[in-house]
């Protein structure tokens, strides 16, 4: 398991960004340098998730200008999660 400041392993996997409507690929290498909080959720459209993602989406702003980008996983399809 990976803690707190600790370096996560490299990964490469589709994103949506809601911002814009686009799925592109990222590698978590590509924020190498930055400040990153990896969110991981089981799936959407599930009880415990929603409230997770909204606790995430209140500070959001905030970890913006703090320069943090947040990345949320989870197990499904990138086109579920659009």
């Keep these: 398991m990976v803690g707190v400041g600790q ?4 990964f ?17 290498s590509g924020y190498r340098g930055e400040w990153v ?3 991981f959720y089981p799936a959407d459209f599930t009880f415990i998730c929603p409230t997770e993602l909204r606790a995430v989406g209140k500070v ?20 579920s999660t659009r």
Excluded: H, R, W
């Excluded at 370096?7 to 490299?10: G, I, M, N, T, W």
């Excluded at 490469?12 to 978590?28: Q, R, S, W």
């Excluded at 959001?60 to 086109?79: F, G, H, P, R």
């Design 60 to 79: 959001y702003e905030q970890l913006k200008q703090m320069n943090t980008e947040v990345i949320a996983i989870s197990t499904d399809t990138v086109y």
């Design 12 to 28: 490469e996997l589709d994103a949506y960004f809601p911002e814009t409507g686009e799925v592109k690929k990222i590698k978590l």
């Design 7 to 10: 370096l996560a392993p490299d």
């Design 37 to 39: 909080v990896l969110c």
